[in-house]
């Protein structure tokens, strides 16, 4: 019997969901946000988690009946596209850690099983992972590339390939390359310059060097203008926004724009506190009444501030890890 379908669908997604209710402030979340029906006042937090882990698997065309479970543990069903419904579309979003816990849960038994069929696994895998990177095999260095690859794996395939294109996405969103012509053009680039762009059977790819991500989506610090948040931290700020949600920071840029927004570093770690939490936009619209009439305007002609940026759009914008660096790495 497959390994991967010995526990149901259902018992996985309940499994699952027992992660997320201690991730502080999941369950209000939810109830505000994705389950804000009558019954889900009557409703377990078991109950209320499990929903929302359905109502995100369902984006990804997983239902509750064991054919959808057969394509879940497929190769079909990839974690680059899960991750984008579960830590990206929209409140609640779950940390990337809680993530991979829930998504190896999602996927069955895999890692487990490994361990027993394999009793040297560790020994291997620790052995791979101290191997000088330019010992890995070009499968492997294509692998492990994406959005948070080492800038080990990025030197490396640059190197091998030259400084030419060869990197074809299948998502450009999510950073998920297309192995296949990847490596095909990889290998070409070894030898003779490679185009930018190629027509493959009436289909159309746009060919990327090493380090490029042309669609990818960075936070932008709602007090600083053209400052990318790393892990949430704004280095011109000194504090983490990771606790403040994307509404919250949208009204902080709208008081940043109408110049009442405060500057010491005291202060903002304050409006940071003020604006955390469920009530956060509660307490912002108190604070300030003005900003909040002008917040209600922009939000009703569609005029909000996205505070998102596109790495194509990041020329001249602050990467506070590499202050003064050309943006070559997007």
Sequence with gaps: MNTHTEMSIQNKVSKAAELLTSIPNF????????C????????????????????????LGIYNDEESNEILVSSDCQEGDARRFFCENGQPNIPIARFKRVWTILKGSKTEDKK????????????????????FSDDELLKKYGLECSEGVVNEL?????GRNFIVFRDKISGEINLE???KFLKLARHKDTPSQIIIEEVYYKLYTAGQFPNAMYDECPLHHGVLLTEGYCDQCQVS?????????????VIKDEGD????????????????????????????????????????????PSLKVRSSETCGVQDPFNAGKANGRY
């Design 27 to 34: 369950i209000s979340t939810c109830k505000n946000n994705v």
């Design 36 to 59: 804000a029906t009558a019954e889900t006042v009557e409703s377990s937090d078991a109950d209320i988690t499990q929903k929302w882990v359905w109502s995100r698997l369902e984006k």
């Design 116 to 135: 027993i069929s394999q009793p040297n696994s560790d020994i291997k895998d620790l052995i791979s992972a101290v191997r000088p990177i330019g010992q």
């Design 158 to 162: 640059s190197k091998r390939a030259h």
């Design 181 to 183: 012509l990847s490596k």
């Design 241 to 253: 926004w990771s606790p403040v949600r994307t509404e919250e920071r949208k009204f902080i840029r």
């Design 261 to 304: 927004a405060p500057t010491s570093r005291l202060d903002i770690r304050k409006l940071v506190t003020e604006a955390s939490g469920d009530s956060g936009i509660i307490e912002l619209k108190r604070f300030y009444p003005v900003v909040a009439s002008i917040f209600e305007e922009l939000g009703e002609v569609g005029r909000l």
